[in-house]
């Protein structure tokens, strides 16, 4: 009789609720979070999109214009040039006048991926002030 | 004795619970942080290639665009029109929120900038459009 007593006395000091069931609760929780769980690593591209008030502030100060066609061809300067060439003209054009930004013209038809590319290229050229419009 | 002493406590616990339900609690806490913010597109597009793109972890709303003109947002299409009472509501939840718009390569830059333009109109002014790191050109 004494030593049942004594037991429940060291049982209750050690353990004031069981931890079991809430360890359960907790796990299946923990699982359905895990499951659930989405890590995205997204990478992209930024570019400033003109409202029509930057957009005549734009037309005032010249940067450099780069076109895209709906074929995906480049247009700097009004001559085609190669994707390949884009950095090049731009590295040219940002020595010439380091703040000067990039308008981005491209045709509603123009293939993102091709625009992208001029994006990226213009970043390798040093500018990352860039404003993306379109035309039709 | 040392035999009554022993038993009560082995087949009352094994081991002792109460660490590994802090440990497992902050793991759950974790996954709840990082987890129930992110809104996928729900479709897979290829994505074009830039060596110049940067990781956007903040950027948890996902917009794409597929090749047909097609918008996707949270697992749906939806339509351009739609798309800026959407993105209203979702910036008066969270207004921390920030938009990628994953394109196709294929996709018409028109349908892009007019999510843009959308995003912008509800609300979001950091809008990204994603690329994948590496080669590039």
């Known amino acids: ?7 429940e006395q060291a049982h209750e000091s050690s353990h004031g ?10 796990i299946n929780l923990l699982i359905f979070f895990i499951i659930t769980a989405v890590f995205l690593k997204e990478f992209g591209l930024n570019v400033n999109r003109p409202t029509s008030f930057e957009q005549n502030k734009n037309d005032d100060k010249k940067g450099i214009q780069i076109q895209v066609l709906n074929n995906g061809e480049i247009w700097i300067d009004g001559r085609a040039v190669d994707v390949r060439a884009v950095r090049a003209n731009v590295e040219r054009m940002s020595a010439i006048d380091p703040d000067t930004g990039v308008l981005l013209l491209a045709n509603e038809q123009a293939p993102t991926g091709t625009v992208v590319e ?19 | 004795m040392q035999h009554t002493r022993h038993t009560p ?11 590994m339900l802090d440990f497992t609690i902050n793991l759950l806490i974790f996954f709840i942080i990082t987890t129930s913010f992110i809104k996928e597109a729900g479709i897979t597009v290829f994505k074009p290639n ?6 956007r ?15 996707w947002m949270d697992r749906r299409p939806v339509e351009a029109r739609e798309l800026r009472a959407l993105i209203e509501r979702l910036h008066i939840e969270r207004p921390d929120d920030t ?8 996709s018409r830059a028109g349908v892009v900038a ?24």
């Open chain 1, 1 to 7: 009789m004494g030593m049942r007593r004594r037991n």
């Open chain 1, 17 to 26: 609720i069981d931890l079991a069931p809430m360890l359960d609760f907790v």
């Open chain 1, 118 to 136: 001029v994006v990226d290229q213009v970043h390798l050229g040093g500018i990352y002030n860039i404003t993306f419009t379109t035309s039709n």
């Open chain 2, 9 to 19: 406590e082995s087949e009352d616990h094994g081991i002792d619970l109460a660490p």
């Open chain 2, 50 to 55: 830039a060596i110049t793109a940067e990781n």
């Open chain 2, 57 to 71: 972890d903040s950027g948890n709303l996902l917009i794409a665009v597929r090749e047909n003109g097609e918008i």
């Open chain 2, 99 to 106: 938009v990628v718009i994953i394109a196709d390569k294929a």
């Open chain 2, 114 to 137: 007019k999510v843009m333009d959308e995003v912008r109109m509800g609300g979001i002014k950091e809008v990204a459009i994603a690329a994948d790191p590496g080669a590039g050109g």
